[in-house]
């Protein structure tokens, strides 16, 4: 999942760049993937979080 403030004309800029990169995975189950954050206590966007770190970006694509 990929969350960024971008202003508003920049947005096209941002989604090509995230489309050319790395395309939103059409397999994935976005319902279960929400319950399963919000069973590890995930309510909302905090822009005061930490980054992940590259282990926690592996495990999350399990």
């Known amino acids: 999942m990929v969350s960024a403030r971008v202003i508003d004309d920049k947005v ?3 989604r090509s760049i995230v ?3 790395r395309p939103v995975d059409v397999d994935v189950d976005v319902d279960g993937r929400c319950a399963m954050y919000r069973e590890k206590g995930w309510e909302r966007f905090n822009e005061n979080s930490p980054d ?3 282990a926690e970006i ?4 399990q």
């Open 12 to 14: 096209d800029v941002a």
């Open 19 to 21: 489309n050319q990169n």
């Open 52 to 54: 992940l770190t590259q």
């Open 58 to 61: 592996a495990r999350e694509g």
